[in-house]
């Protein structure tokens, strides 16, 4: 599995940006997918995550009520649309994948995830 994410710039404070993560291959819809983010100096923590069928996500605190995780198995694609941007948002996003079964919720631990992307960056700017 390849994850190409892309949708990163710079936007100010209470702007919006969406981002995606296109995957290869034709196994999409067997794949549980996240969004993670890594700032300068700070480890890789948790967005977003929702199961491959689009009927469980989960949030990281700071990001519910402004980001949304959704996916298109059609296009092979899973979104972040996130607004009210704040300064402390600034990192790089990485979308990340792994197998599950059917019935598996959405997961926010860095080790279940077995596929990552290259990363986009975000800077939102006060």
């Known amino acids: 599995v390849q994850l190409q994410a892309s949708g990163g710039g710079l936007v100010q404070a209470g702007g919006s940006l969406t981002l995606s993560c296109a995957a290869s291959?034709?196994?999409?819809?067997?794949?549980?997918m996240a969004w993670f983010r890594q700032a300068p100096g700070k480890e890789r923590e948790f967005v977003a995550a929702v199961s491959r069928s689009g009927g469980s996500t989960l949030y990281e605190d700071s990001a519910k009520g402004r980001f949304t995780i959704s996916r298109d198995n059609a296009k092979n694609t899973v979104y972040l649309q996130m607004n009210s941007l704040k300064p402390v948002d600034t990192a790089v996003y990485y979308c990340?994948?792994?197998?599950?079964?059917?019935?598996?919720?959405?997961?926010?631990?860095?080790?279940?995830?077995?596929?990552w992307g290259q990363g986009t960056q975000v800077t939102v700017s006060s």
């Open positions: 990340a994948a792994r197998f599950t079964i059917l019935s598996v919720a959405a997961t926010s631990a860095t080790t279940d995830y077995s596929y």
């Open positions: 291959g034709r196994t999409f819809s067997r794949l549980g």
